[in-house]
């Protein structure tokens, strides 16, 4: 047995040693031809000649190369073998018995899509082979059942969402709110534009060229069940330039509140607010934020009045998973702080409410009748009144209820009310490319320091062309 292995591999270097020596007598007259006809001036017959010898000693390490990944792969060692057999190929594009190992090599190794490739031009260049066929039926089936069912599908792809030059939509929200003491419900008011006493809200997008955009939000949104009436309107418009797989532009939302819910006054606020969106985009994934600061510009601490700031951050994520379903993560705060410097000393209210999200997107591609989003979300409700200390950090207000002042009193988190935890499923009927009708729900538990529950429904309709 030794010797028959010791034979194979005397055999396996005379076979490398000869394909490598005899090209390379040819590469040598080559260039000794070519050297004699500079010489004499006949610089277009010496540069065919050179280039001649380029191409001989090319083809010479194609077969070296060839040979060497041959002596992996009999040793098992298929990454290796494939690496020589590649550069085999990128030395004789016509070289066929490199694609027919590479191929082979490859689908073997699970890489079905390079197999396919590989076997696809090597029968392109050779139609009567009869090797190729042999795994490359086997390497179309692999990779389609791959693509059906797991991530590298070519048909996912999220690019079709920005087709319409202009979008628009509407929805209006119905909350309710279900004690569980008596088992009662009633219907949460939620004071709007217009004397609304539910939520309603209208938007509109414009893409040119994909270049640049813009986009308008008007509304009052539900923001839970626990939620005060804090905002009766918010208007956001936003401009942003489209790059190859980015999107990056600045915004102005401004919101308005009234009412004697703070301090026991009857007050008509309002504030302007400057932030940034961003956006992000590929076959796989799609990204979104936007990102309104509090205090930008910075509006309280200098005058004798009372002042509204708000604050927002939202990011919304999805990925692309299997032909069925995408997966779906997002995060978002709203924020709301109330000053009142014409009290003998400043002070301020706050409310927020905290949303992490987690769920998945049925359906999601252009072609589908009908798309489901399901998500599971975890709310957090903030609340911290009369704070004589309005313009520190970490005061309770925002921050996740951070409060270093009560760190050690074992309240650190003294800015959170409580939290609840919130089912959502969002129907979608697309009539059209340039039509979606849409239905959504949510159920909301809050924990059990609360005998008090919500549920929403939102129905609204969208359109585009």
């Given at each position: 047995?030794?010797?028959?292995?010791?034979?194979y591999y005397l055999l396996l270097?005379?076979?490398?040693?000869?394909?490598?020596?005899?090209?390379?007598?040819?590469?040598?007259?080559?260039?000794?031809?070519?050297?004699?006809?500079?010489?004499?001036?006949?610089?277009?017959?010496?540069?065919?000649?050179?280039?001649?010898?380029?191409?001989?000693?090319?083809?010479?390490?194609?077969?070296?190369?060839?040979?060497?990944?041959?002596?992996?792969?009999?040793?098992?060692?298929?990454?290796?073998?494939?690496?020589?057999?590649?550069?085999?190929?990128?030395?004789?594009?016509?070289?066929?018995?490199?694609?027919?190992?590479?191929?082979?090599?490859?689908?073997?190794?699970?890489?079905?899509?390079?197999?396919?490739?590989?076997?696809?031009?090597?029968?392109?260049?050779?139609?009567?082979?009869?090797?190729?066929?042999?795994?490359?039926?086997?390497?179309?089936?692999?990779?389609?059942?791959?693509?059906?069912?797991?991530?590298?599908?070519?048909?996912?792809?999220?690019?079709?969402?920005?087709?319409?030059?202009?979008?628009?939509?509407?929805?209006?929200?119905?909350?309710?709110?279900?004690?569980?003491?008596?088992?009662?419900?009633?219907?949460?008011?939620?004071?709007?534009?217009?004397?609304?006493?539910?939520?309603?809200?209208?938007?509109?997008?414009?893409?040119?060229?994909?270049?640049?955009?813009?986009?308008?939000?008007?509304?009052?949104?539900?923001?839970?069940?626990?939620?005060?009436?804090?905002?009766?309107?918010?208007?956001?418009?936003?401009?942003?330039?489209?790059?190859?797989?980015?999107?990056?532009?600045?915004?102005?939302?401004?919101?308005?509140?009234?009412?004697?819910?703070?301090?026991?006054?009857?007050?008509?606020?309002?504030?302007?607010?400057?932030?940034?969106?961003?956006?992000?985009?590929?076959?796989?994934?799609?990204?979104?934020?936007?990102?309104?600061?509090?205090?930008?510009?910075?509006?309280?601490?200098?005058?004798?009045?009372?002042?509204?700031?708000?604050?927002?951050?939202?990011v919304d994520w999805v990925r692309?998973?299997?032909?069925?379903f995408d997966l779906s993560f997002?995060?978002?705060?709203?924020?709301?702080?109330?000053?009142?410097?014409?009290?003998?000393?400043?002070?301020?209210?706050?409310?927020?409410?905290?949303?992490?999200?987690?769920?998945?997107?049925?359906?999601?591609?252009?072609?589908?009748?009908?798309?489901?989003?399901?998500?599971?979300?975890?709310?957090?409700?903030?609340?911290?009144?009369?704070?004589?200390?309005?313009?520190?950090?970490?005061?309770?207000?925002?921050?996740?209820?951070?409060?270093?002042?009560?760190?050690?009193?074992?309240?650190?988190?003294?800015?959170?009310?409580?939290?609840?935890?919130?089912?959502?499923?969002?129907?979608?009927?697309?009539?059209?490319?340039?039509?979606?009708?849409?239905?959504?729900?949510?159920?909301?538990?809050?924990?059990?320091?609360?005998?008090?529950?919500?549920?929403?429904?939102?129905?609204?309709?969208?359109?585009?062309?």
């Amino acid at each position: 047995m030794k010797k028959s292995c010791a034979m194979y591999y005397l055999l396996l270097t005379i076979m490398l040693l000869r394909a490598h020596y005899l090209p390379a007598q040819t590469v040598e007259q080559y260039n000794s031809s070519g050297v004699e006809k500079s010489k004499s001036g006949n610089y277009y017959e010496a540069e065919k000649d050179f280039n001649s010898g380029v191409k001989k000693s090319d083809e010479g390490a194609a077969l070296v190369y060839h040979n060497l990944g041959w002596s992996y792969e009999q040793q098992g060692d298929l990454k290796n073998a494939l690496i020589n057999y590649e550069e085999a190929i990128k030395r004789n594009s016509r070289q066929i018995v490199s694609y027919e190992r590479a191929g082979y090599v490859s689908y073997k190794l699970g890489q079905h899509q390079k197999a396919v490739e590989i076997g696809e031009e090597g029968m392109r260049l050779d139609p009567t082979n009869e090797e190729i066929p042999t795994w490359l039926t086997s390497a179309y089936r692999e990779r389609y059942s791959r693509n059906k069912y797991l991530l590298d599908d070519p048909n996912r792809t999220f690019k079709p969402a920005r087709r319409n030059v202009f979008t628009a939509g509407a929805a209006i929200f119905g909350p309710l709110g279900i004690s569980t003491d008596d088992y009662s419900v009633e219907y949460l008011d939620n004071r709007g534009p217009f004397g609304a006493d539910f939520s309603i809200e209208a938007y509109g997008e414009y893409n040119h060229k994909n270049r640049w955009g813009a986009r308008l939000y008007v509304g009052n949104p539900y923001f839970g069940t626990l939620m005060p009436d804090t905002i009766f309107l918010t208007e956001r418009l936003e401009g942003y330039i489209i790059g190859e797989a980015h999107y990056v532009g600045a915004g102005l939302m401004v919101s308005h509140y009234q009412g004697d819910h703070h301090f026991s006054k009857d007050m008509l606020l309002h504030d302007f607010k400057i932030g940034i969106v961003y956006g992000y985009e590929n076959d796989k994934n799609r990204l979104d934020m936007r990102w309104y600061p509090r205090l930008i510009p910075h509006e309280t601490g200098y005058g004798s009045e009372r002042y509204l700031d708000t604050a927002l951050l939202e990011v919304d994520w999805v990925r692309a998973y299997r032909r069925s379903f995408d997966l779906s993560f997002g995060f978002k705060s709203t924020e709301f702080y109330f000053f009142d410097n014409k009290a003998d000393e400043p002070v301020s209210d706050y409310n927020g409410v905290y949303e992490v999200k987690a769920g998945v997107i049925f359906n999601n591609n252009a072609s589908a009748f009908h798309r489901i989003h399901l998500h599971l979300i975890e709310r957090i409700y903030m609340s911290d009144y009369n704070n004589r200390n309005p313009y520190s950090s970490f005061n309770g207000q925002g921050m996740f209820g951070i409060n270093t002042r009560k760190w050690l009193k074992g309240d650190p988190l003294s800015g959170i009310s409580t939290l609840s935890h919130v089912i959502s499923a969002k129907f979608e009927q697309r009539f059209s490319d340039n039509f979606v009708l849409y239905e959504k729900i949510m159920l909301e538990a809050v924990m059990p320091s609360r005998a008090y529950h919500g549920a929403a429904l939102q129905i609204g309709i969208e359109g585009g062309y």
